[in-house]
Each structure stands twice: as structure tokens, then as C-alpha cells.
């Protein structure tokens, strides 16, 4: 295996660094420095105009959206109902039949402007029935004959173009009540959303404070108090301790001030690094278990679990950054202390191996020294490999049994490097 160095931190997922979402003034703080809370335990309250507005922009918004959603069943109902008499007149029914037929049915300025046609229609129908009877009998004259016969086909003109138009309209009616209900459906989303941004939550339909919020931030009912569709009660979005708090009742916040920092610490990430040149000597992936050695607690050995390991290598300390999920149930563990974390190389095999302390590196090339008897040392370039319990691999430049400088290696580099100076 490989040991590298690490630290205890908490787990992002489970850490909370509290800031106020909005401006405001604090109302009410709930709780204290080290205090446990449940999910959903309020932290504080905060008084926000900005808050108050927003709320009162949904409730606007959300009746008229109240109101569209009435017109649009309005013009459905009566586009409906006109159609349906449309489809009931060509068969030429008694006038008595369509006001049975249609009676209590809505169909608004319709119903005069259709059935006033019909109306007149049959009537002028009747009319030039018995008038072809009395002209066959010589009774009245051409004159006549042709006036009526002219007054039923402006009749059925009429009422043909009452129908079409009757059809038309209600159908760009209900297509209108329905793009106007939709408009407001999504302003009321808009409302919501800018209201979520806001607060930073996502909040429930009601957001006018009746119910319990949905995450971090929750809203009071509107009746608790005078003045309550400005309050924003802060919530804990987990289970956890209380580690900070940095506020006091009644003072004034901005946007972005720190306030709380609650923390979960059951489960605890292992945060280790793994140098570049070491990265392809080890075999770790997502769900492996490794030792983890921890010297300031009196629990020094544990083991943790690996969560993710980096995809990139950090450019200050050049080494590729591990995290491991370490469970905390017992609280042996605090956030910052030192670790050790061993990390497998594969299989267990024999090879030749010198101390580390003993390999000396420049310009991206690894060497020892080896002695050569009265106090002289030659420098010799090895290719190294996985690193162990403070020992190298050495996989070419040496042969087995050979001696080479332990310690006191790095002053001979220093000579060598001053002499090729000079």
C-alpha cells in the first residue's frame, strides 16, 4: 500500500453555511451555538419587505389567474353550447323545440343573435308558404309574390350569416380565454420562481405562507401575525449541530451575510492527496474501503470508505485529491484533524527496494548514491516504482544486495550539484 497525508472535513453534502437569502431585520433567533436540530427546525425569522412584495406579486397574480380560468370556462361553455345548436337548426326544428332544448344553457349575446334569425327566418318561411298558395289561386299579384319571396332569401342570408359568424367568434373567444389562461398560469410561475430566487428554496404552490416549505428557507402562516407576509422563517434543511451563529435579534442583515453554519457530523469526509508521480501506483475506485490511521484521536484506526477521487491534478500541490466518506456515529472524530490514509498498490509481490530518504530527484530524474570506499560517492540514475512503508521500488539502475547512502543523501546532492557548477 501507499500512505499519504490527509485532514478530517465535514461532508459538503451535510454542512450548511448559513447566509440571509434577502435583506432584512432579525425578528427572532431560535437557536444557540451547539444546539442539535432537526430537519426542518427553524433558525430564525426574518423581516423583508422584499419578501412581502414578492409573496403579494404571486397572490396577484394567482387571482388573475383565478379570474381568466372563469372567462376561459365561460367562452368554453358557450362556444360548446353554440355549437351544438348550430348542429340542431339545419333540421329545421319549432322554435318551442330549440327553447326547450336549450333552455338554461348558457349561450350568452348568442342566443338573440341566433335564434332572433331562426325565428325570423321561419316566420318568413310560413309567410311564403301561403303565399305561393294565394298566388296559384290568382290572389295576390306578381309584385307581392316577388317581395316576399326576396324577403325569405335576405331571411335565410341573415341567418346563415348570423350562424357563421356565431361560429367563429365563439371559437376565437374560447381559443383567446384559453391563451389568456395559459399567459397567467405563467406569470404565476414567474412570481414563484423570482419569489424561490429570492428566498432561496423552492417553495409549495401556496406560497403565500400557509404550508411548510419545501428546503432550507419556510414561510409562516400569513394570519400568525400582523406584518407576517414579510416574515421569512430560516429552516434546517437536515439533522445536525448547531456549530455557529453569527446574529443577533433585532439586527439588520444584507443579502448574503453570514448567519448560521450547521453541520451533520455522523458521516465525515477524509479528504487525502496523492502526488502525481504516485497517482498510477495505486488502484483505488468509488466504493473501496481503506485504512485510515488517526493519530489525535483516541480511536487511531478506522477505516473509510472512497467517494470520489479528482479528475484533474491540483496545480498548487501537483497531486490528485481523494475524498472518502468516514462514519462518525460514536463523534470520535472532529473536522480538521490529521490522517493517515493507506491506499492499495494491487497485489502483494517481492522487489528491490531502497529507503526513500535515500532517493534524490532533479530535473525529473530519480538517482542515489552509491559508495565507492575513502569518501567518495558516484551518483546513479535508477527508474522507480510503488512506494511503501517509507521504501521505493527500484526497477532499473541498481542490482539487488548493492549499498547505496541512507542518510545524508541530500548533502551529497548539494556537493554534486555545486561541483557541476563549478
Known amino acids: 500500500h501507499l500512505t499519504v497525508p490527509g485532514r478530517i472535513d465535514y461532508d459538503a453534502r451535510y454542512r450548511l453555511d448559513y447566509a440571509s437569502p434577502v435583506d432584512g431585520i432579525v425578528s427572532r433567533v431560535f437557536v444557540q451555538v451547539r444546539q442539535k436540530v432537526r430537519k426542518a427546525d427553524s433558525l430564525a425569522e426574518v423581516s423583508s419587505p422584499d419578501v412581502g412584495m414578492a409573496r403579494d406579486e404571486v397572490r396577484k397574480r394567482e387571482a388573475d389567474r383565478e379570474i381568466e380560468n372563469k372567462a376561459a370556462d365561460w367562452a368554453i361553455t358557450i362556444a360548446d ?65 316577388e317581395e316576399r319571396m326576396s324577403n325569405l332569401e335576405v331571411a335565410q342570408a341573415s341567418f346563415t350569416a348570423a350562424c357563421e359568424e356565431a361560429r367563429f367568434l365563439t371559437r376565437q373567444d374560447r381559443d383567446r380565454a384559453i391563451a389568456a389562461l395559459a399567459q397567467a398560469e405563467r406569470l404565476v410561475q414567474i412570481s414563484k420562481e423570482h419569489l424561490r430566487t429570492l428566498v432561496g428554496s423552492k417553495l409549495d404552490a401556496d406560497v403565500g405562507g400557509k404550508g411548510a416549505a419545501d428546503g432550507v428557507v419556510d414561510v409562516e402562516g400569513e394570519k400568525s401575525e400582523p406584518g407576517a407576509l414579510s416574515t421569512l422563517v430560516l429552516r434546517t434543511p437536515f439533522d445536525g449541530l448547531v456549530e ?57 484506526n478506522t477505516s473509510a470508505r472512497i467517494h470520489h477521487v479528482g479528475a484533474t491534478v491540483e496545480a498548487e500541490s501537483r497531486s490528485v485529491p481523494l475524498v472518502a466518506e468516514l462514519k462518525n456515529d460514536d463523534a470520535h472524530y472532529k473536522p480538521g484533524m490529521f490522517v493517515w490514509v493507506d491506499l492499495p498498490q494491487g497485489q502483494s509481490r517481492d522487489v528491490p527496494t531502497v529507503p526513500a530518504a535515500a532517493v534524490m530527484r532533479h530535473e525529473g530524474q530519480a538517482f542515489v548514491f552509491v559508495p565507492e570506499g575513502e569518501g567518495r560517492y558516484r551518483r546513479v540514475d535508477i527508474e522507480t516504482g510503488a512506494e511503501a512503508d517509507d521504501r521505493l521500488e527500484v526497477k532499473g539502475g541498481l542490482e539487488v544486495g548493492q549499498q547505496v547512502v541512507a542518510k545524508g543523501a541530500f548533502t551529497l546532492k548539494s556537493e554534486l550539484l555545486l561541483e557541476d557548477e563549478g
Do not use: C
Open 81 to 145: 353550447n353554440v355549437g351544438a345548436l348550430l348542429e340542431v337548426l339545419p333540421t329545421h326544428p319549432p322554435l318551442e323545440t330549440i327553447e326547450q332544448q336549450f333552455k338554461g344553457r348558457v349561450l350568452g349575446g348568442y342566443r338573440e343573435k341566433i335564434i332572433g334569425a331562426y325565428s325570423r327566418l321561419l316566420f318568413v318561411e310560413k309567410v311564403n308558404a301561403s303565399t305561393r298558395q294565394l298566388g296559384e289561386g290568382g290572389v295576390l299579384s306578381g309584385r307581392i309574390i
Open 244 to 300: 455557529d451563529v453569527f446574529v443577533a435579534r433585532g439586527e439588520r442583515v444584507q443579502a448574503g451575510d453570514r448567519l448560521f453554519v450547521v453541520a451533520d457530523t455522523g458521516t465525515l469526509w477524509v479528504r487525502a492527496q496523492i502526488h502525481e508521480r504516485q497517482w498510477t501506483m495505486v488502484e483505488v475506485e468509488e466504493g473501496q474501503e481503506v485504512k485510515v490511521n488517526v493519530p489525535g484521536s483516541a480511536e487511531h
